[in-house]
C-alpha cells in the first residue's frame, strides 16, 4: 500500500489548512490590489498552492480512473465502445 492510501486523511487535513490560508489571504486583500505586495503575496498565496499540489502529487492519494471505476463497477470509456 502506498502512502497516500495508508495516510490519505493526515495528508488531506494540512491541505485544507493550506488552501484554507490562500483564500482568505486573498479574500482580504481582494478589494484593495495595493495590498497584495510581492512580500506577502508569496508566502500566503503561491507558497500554500504550491505545497498544496505538491501534497495531491503523493501516490495513492487521489485514486487512478481505473481504480475508481473498478470500486463503483462503471465501465471505462473503452468497454463502453
Known amino acids: 500500500m502506498s502512502l ?3 495516510s ?3 495528508i488531506l ?3 485544507v489548512v493550506l488552501l484554507l490560508i490562500r ?3 486573498l479574500i482580504a486583500t481582494v478589494g484593495n490590489i495595493s495590498h497584495q505586495k510581492e512580500g506577502s503575496w508569496y508566502p ?3 507558497l500554500p498552492e504550491l505545497l498544496a499540489v505538491c501534497l ?3 501516490p495513492g492519494l487521489v485514486p487512478e480512473k481505473r481504480d475508481r471505476a473498478a470500486r463503483e463497477k462503471i ?3 473503452n468497454e463502453m465502445l
Open 44 to 46: 500566503f498565496a503561491a
Open 4 to 6: 497516500g492510501e495508508t
Open 8 to 10: 490519505g486523511a493526515y
Open 75 to 77: 465501465p471505462e470509456a
Open 13 to 15: 487535513c494540512p491541505l
Open 23 to 25: 483564500e482568505i489571504y
Open 56 to 58: 495531491f502529487a503523493i
